[in-house]
């Protein structure tokens, strides 16, 4: 079965371009100007991965993405921008982001990117493999399966990668973790955009810990991250 992808852009010349290619590699595409009526996309046309311009009309790249990581935690999302400001690579990677393409771009380098994220997607890693379908942390539980923590207070729906991380700290809790083999472990590679992209996660995930007493995401200066469970 072709896999799908949902590329929202208003960019004629470039989304007719982007789109052709794309379904001439077998891709089913559905292309959009505009993210006006995302749900609807996501509920209709079911897709495996999102493209998203961010310089849109009515509603930006970065809150389309908002809506569909709190709809679908685990769907990969690809933003195209011009924007590459520090700044804008963060913001895009906490709006959901999975990955990050610079205006202008390649064909190559987008079909390699796509094939790089749907290949995440459907990989296992053998961190995670290892873990049952509850893991107990203090107060706190998490279930990988169903990309979930549960704190005293609520629970916290996961994103296929924050629940990859998490389950990658809790098979090695209370040791050391390399910050070059989890990017490696995640991401496939240890560029400066996933290198940023990990950053916003640890960040994220210490939010998450943060009313937890005797857990802490300890960063070791120049190797990685130690996940201190007392």
């Not at 929202?8 to 959009?32: A, F």
């Not at 310089?55 to 790249?61: A, F, V």
């Not at 690809?78 to 959901?96: E, M, R, Y």
């Not at 910050?179 to 990990?198: A, H, K, M, P, Y």
Request: with cysteine.
């Amino acid at each position: 079965m072709n896999k799908k992808v949902l590329y929202i852009e208003d960019e004629v010349y470039l989304s007719r371009i982007v789109k052709d290619t794309l379904e001439l590699k077998g891709y089913e595409v559905l292309h959009k100007k505009d993210g006006n009526r995302i749900m609807e996309h996501l509920n209709s046309f079911a897709p495996d991965l999102c493209l998203l311009d961010v310089m849109l009309p009515d509603i930006d790249g970065f809150a389309i993405g908002n809506h569909i990581r709190n709809a679908n935690p685990q769907m990969p999302i690809i933003f195209l921008t011009a924007k590459t400001q520090p700044n804008d690579i963060v913001k895009g990677f906490s709006s959901g982001g999975t990955d990050y393409v610079k205006k202008p771009f390649s064909m190559e380098e987008l079909i390699v990117r796509i094939e790089n994220q749907l290949k995440l997607m459907n990989r296992d890693t053998s961190a995670t493999q290892s873990l049952p379908d509850e893991v107990v942390l203090g107060a706190y539980k998490f279930y990988p399966g169903r990309f979930e923590l549960h704190t005293p207070e609520k629970v916290i729906k996961l994103s296929n990668r924050e629940s990859q991380i998490i389950g990658i700290l809790c098979a090695n809790t209370n040791n050391a973790i390399d910050r070059r083999e989890l990017l490696q472990t995640v991401w496939g590679d240890d560029s400066f955009f996933n290198s940023r992209n990990l950053d916003v996660y640890i960040r994220k995930i210490r939010g998450y810990f943060a009313g937890a007493d005797g857990i802490e995401i300890v960063t070791l200066k120049g190797k990685g991250y130690h996940f201190v469970v007392a």
